[in-house]
């Protein structure tokens, strides 16, 4: 009796897949110690980035202009939230995305209902560049979460600017002015959930509220992690 091609292959996957474990075994994308399932983090790696939860007595964070930001982390260069978020924005990891979006939206508790979704658009250049679009990913996953609409389309990014990352504080402001456009409202105003990754300064969220603002919605802000120099010493 012959057997096709396809059974032997499917036989062959999981030998496959045993050996690509020996021979390259995941790691922790912090301390790089050996994995034993499919996860960014070794324990002890995720308990020291719980260590960078931001307590709730530290929250709501607030923008530039003094709007408030709920997040799931402090962004510090130690925790391995950091290195985490790096491999999935720099490094096209879909997976590390993912885990990041199920972990904000564990950590992140939204007193307010909310219609639709909306991530801070990036440049189609800068995706280009880097390949996947990691707020997308985060908004779309708390859409999928809060059984609403996510909306790609009220915002665009229409210069490219230079990467906030790289600027200091008074820069990041002026970087974002006339960045964004917002899509003319013809429906009626929606209470939305405006999403990014990272916030330092919240020149961005700033600059993205305010248009959604005058377009009639209501917006809530949520984010991933804030940068923890911002508030000072960790506390112990």
Not at 13 to 28: E, G, Q, S
Not at 144 to 153: G, I, M, Q, V
């Amino acid at each position: 009796m012959s057997i096709s091609r396809g059974v032997i292959w499917r036989g062959c996957v999981p030998v496959l897949k045993i050996l690509l474990d020996i021979l390259l075994p995941a790691r922790c994308m912090h301390c790089a110690a050996s994995l034993r399932e499919a996860a960014p983090l070794c324990l002890s790696c995720f308990r020291l980035m719980e260590s960078c939860r931001i307590p709730a007595r530290e929250l709501p964070g607030r923008t530039a202009e003094g709007r408030p930001v709920l997040a799931a982390s402090y962004y510090r260069s130690g925790s391995p939230l950091r290195a985490v978020h790096r491999a999935a924005k720099y490094r096209q990891s879909e997976g590390c995305a993912q885990w990041l979006a199920r972990y904000m939206i564990r950590r992140v508790g939204l007193p307010h209902p909310v219609d639709a979704c909306v991530p801070v658009p990036s440049h189609p250049a800068r995706l280009m560049d880097r390949g996947l679009d990691i707020v997308q990913i985060l908004a779309q996953c708390w859409a999928e979460r809060l059984n609403s609409e996510l909306h790609t389309d009220l915002l665009t990014r229409s210069r490219l600017g230079s990467p906030q990352d790289a600027l200091d504080r008074t820069d990041r402001l002026a970087n974002v002015r006339s960045v964004f456009s917002a899509k003319t409202s013809s429906s009626q105003p929606l209470r939305l959930l405006l999403i990014d990754d990272v916030v330092t300064t919240g020149a961005t969220l700033d600059a993205c509220a305010g248009l959604l603002h005058e377009q009639g919605h209501t917006v809530h802000l949520a984010a991933l992690a804030l940068r923890r120099e911002l508030f000072g010493p960790l506390q112990q």
